[in-house]
């Protein structure tokens, strides 16, 4: 179906199927963090979880720039390896604290900080990739095909996470979605080198960044799309405090139901 095109090349194809993995995991992670932070670490405090959430998402406001820059300049081959071997080892770190119950609310404040940098510069490297993986005429169906991989991803974590906080404790959770990387780790070393697009690396010099905020500000369609980012970034996607809350005061229930409202609100991004 020309719906699952890109598919049939084998590189995207062990790519898709190593990122669905490692979505998997990082909506666990993140679902178990929200609840130990919401629930366990402190007296359902909602200013507690939203402060992690902004230290987590925080450092891809001020280093998404330099992200992109260093993407366009180095092997992103290489640079996915070291952040997603660098996430792995904060997920053990994280989830070994927690598992012999030593972990303090700072200590996962210190962790999702880390966690923010590391994935400020992951995902333009990652988004980037795509791009040597199929041709220019694959490429809308490739990046539509890993939307539906983020957001399936959304359907499933939570769920599983909410399931695993209840049974063996957010600590696990972590670990196993340590392993998770490992997905991605065995399809970056193993991928068909050969098979991958040769792009031209951008020129060095000064002044890149300065050109690219201009190069924007003189697109007003991308201006457009950026301002429509910033309003549901802003004051749409602060759901996971709002259903932890809900969870726990208005239905009195414990992580499995936050972990499945979570799910439910990725069903209709999956349809869309």
Do not use: C
């Not at 719906?3 to 979505?23: C, K």
């Not at 726990?248 to 972990?259: D, H, I, L, Q």
Request: aromatic share 10%; proline share 3%; no cysteine.
């Amino acid at each position: 179906m020309g719906m699952f095109r890109s598919l049939h090349i084998h590189n995207y194809r062990v790519w898709f199927f190593g990122a669905l993995v490692s979505n998997i995991g990082t909506w666990m992670q993140r679902t178990a963090q929200d609840w130990l932070v919401y629930d366990i670490l402190t007296d359902q405090d909602a200013a507690a979880m939203g402060i992690v959430m902004a230290l987590q998402l925080g450092p891809q406001l001020l280093v998404a720039p330099w992200a992109g820059l260093i993407a366009d300049s180095v092997d992103r081959r290489k640079l996915l390896i070291i952040t997603q071997l660098s996430m792995a080892a904060l997920g053990v770190g994280l989830g070994l604290m927690v598992v012999l119950g030593v972990a303090e609310l700072w200590h996962v404040y210190a962790f999702a900080l880390a966690l923010g940098f590391v994935s400020a510069v992951d995902a333009p490297a990652r988004q980037t990739f795509v791009s040597e993986l199929v041709r220019d005429d694959y490429l809308p169906n490739a990046v539509a095909l890993n939307s539906a991989s983020f957001n399936g991803a959304r359907m499933v974590g939570p769920a599983v996470a909410g399931l695993l906080t209840v049974a063996v404790g957010p600590g696990w959770v972590f670990m196993i979605n340590a392993l998770t990387f490992g997905a991605m780790i065995f399809v970056l070393m193993t991928i068909r080198r050969s098979e991958l697009r040769v792009l031209e690396k951008s020129p060095p010099g000064k002044g890149r960044i300065r050109e690219g905020f201009r190069y924007v500000r003189n697109r007003p369609d991308l201006m457009m799309v950026m301002l429509a980012i910033f309003i549901v970034g802003t004051f749409g996607l602060n759901f996971a405090v709002y259903i932890a809350a809900m969870a726990r005061t208005e239905f009195n229930s414990g992580a499995g139901v936050f972990g499945v409202l979570s799910s439910v609100m990725a069903v209709g991004s999956v349809a869309g």
